[in-house]
């Protein structure tokens, strides 16, 4: 295969897709939507069975169990995706949607109207939910997407591509607004993020190599995360089951995850008392503890090092900081943390809104798991991933964050003298 001309291709294909997406009226979408969430239920069996050819080659290629969760298909898993399907039918179309309308002296009519960004490249491994997710945002939000899954999801992937395009056939959409990459070249991915004749924004889901990567070469905008450092400091003022149950939810819910907590840090006024509470029930759930020199006086753990700190495990290790002070968990916070999610447990709520103030992530939390930090736990139906950018999108990325306004003017033969 001649790779830059099959992309170039599917850029030019995604373009023009682009262009009659963006005049799609919310009936028309909401009805891919669904159909595609039917096309799924009805080939459930043969969605599993393409996926089972992806999950033998994983194993036989050394996947690790945490790689293999992301990567399966179950019948839950595939009912998350229709459900996901249905609520981005059910939100409301942002698209069109004129707002901050004012009179300018001159007598123009001046407003923001919110408009699709046109062409989305989504670049993600091991995750082929991840290929249902940014397909119905992008449609819901008038973009056409490139899609780029990993390599050991191509079977799966291809699969849902399939229901995809037959539901946009059906509904009398164009086939190209979804595009799914049908190779496993990996200069595919060189191709497609310094198309910006083609492509107008980038999103990265996958390791931090990865993600680096594009960030370093892409000639397109790009809206990552790099890592998912997550923090849950429990207070002195914290109630001991609230703290307990928040910790060991937000550890072990799934490893494999971005949202995950890496690393716990606990006042020094109770790390005696719920340390080894904790640490009874992390040793049950079988994670393995990586803790400072004043986590060892509580309990046996594995002394934690400089690194630990930085890294985002994706496994059952969870490294352990006992600190002095709120203040002193921010800081620690703000200096290792990947700007992703982070939790305070505590019932003192002038503690809790500082920390709201002082910590600089996406997401900042006050007595829940950062398992919550997701699009569809936040109501957004899905997400197209976390930005822990700053500009234009920040967070659980949903059909707002794929979308910009221009400035729109009424007049009536107004000129300007």
């Given amino acids: 295969m001649d790779i830059h001309a099959y992309m170039q291709e599917v850029g030019q294909n995604a373009r023009h897709a682009s262009r009659q997406m963006a005049t799609v009226t919310a009936a028309q979408k909401n009805a891919a939507l669904l159909a595609i969430a039917e096309r799924i239920n009805a080939q459930r069996e043969d969605l599993k069975a393409k996926n089972q050819e992806d999950l033998v080659r994983g194993r036989a290629n050394g996947l690790s169990d945490a790689m293999i969760d992301r990567l399966e298909f179950t019948d839950a898993n595939l009912d998350q995706m229709i459900e996901g399907l249905k609520q981005v039918a059910a939100l409301a179309d942002p698209i069109g949607e004129i707002t901050d309308m004012s009179f300018r002296p001159s007598g123009i009519q001046l407003g923001k109207m919110r408009v699709p960004l046109g062409v989305i490249g989504i670049i993600y491994e091991s995750r082929p939910n991840v290929t249902i997710e940014a397909a119905s945002l992008c ?67 996958g390791g931090k190599s990865l993600i680096e990567r594009i960030s ?37 819910h799934r490893y494999g995850v971005c949202n995950a907590m890496e690393t716990l840090l606990i006042n020094d006024g109770v790390a005696d008392i719920m340390l080894p509470v904790l640490a009874a029930k992390f040793a049950e759930k079988g994670v393995e503890l990586r803790g400072c020199e004043k986590t060892a006086l509580y309990i046996d753990c594995v002394a934690a090092t400089e690194a630990d700190w930085n890294e985002e495990y994706l496994a059952p290790i969870l490294s352990i900081k006992v600190v002095d002070s709120m203040e002193d968990a921010i800081v620690h916070i703000n200096h290792y943390g990947s700007h992703h999610t982070d939790n305070i447990v505590t019932e003192n709520y002038t503690k809790a809104r500082q920390f709201l103030a002082a910590v600089d992530s996406s997401s900042v939390m006050i007595n829940a798991s950062t398992r919550f930090a997701d699009g569809f736990e936040y109501g957004l139906g899905a997400e197209i991933g976390i930005s822990t950018d700053k500009i234009h999108a920040r967070g659980p990325v949903g059909l707002e964050g794929l979308t910009s306004q221009k400035y729109v003017v009424f007049g009536d033969g107004h000129i300007r003298t």
Avoid: W
């Fill in 139 to 205: 449609i819901k939000s008038g973009n056409a997407t490139i899609l780029r899954g990993g390599s050991e999801a191509i079977a799966s992937n291809q699969a849902l591509a399939q229901c995809i395009k037959e539901a946009l056939q059906q509904t009398h959409l164009n086939e190209n607004a979804v595009q799914v990459i049908e190779t496993t070249d990996r200069a595919c991915v060189g191709e497609l993020i310094t198309m910006d004749k083609y492509v107008d924004v980038i999103v990265p889901r």
């Fill in 216 to 252: 370093k070469d892409a000639r397109v905008p790009v809206i990552k995360h790099l890592d998912g450092i997550c923090h849950v400091y429990i207070d002195d003022e914290a109630d001991p089951k609230k703290a307990i149950d928040i910790a060991i939810n937000s550890k072990t």
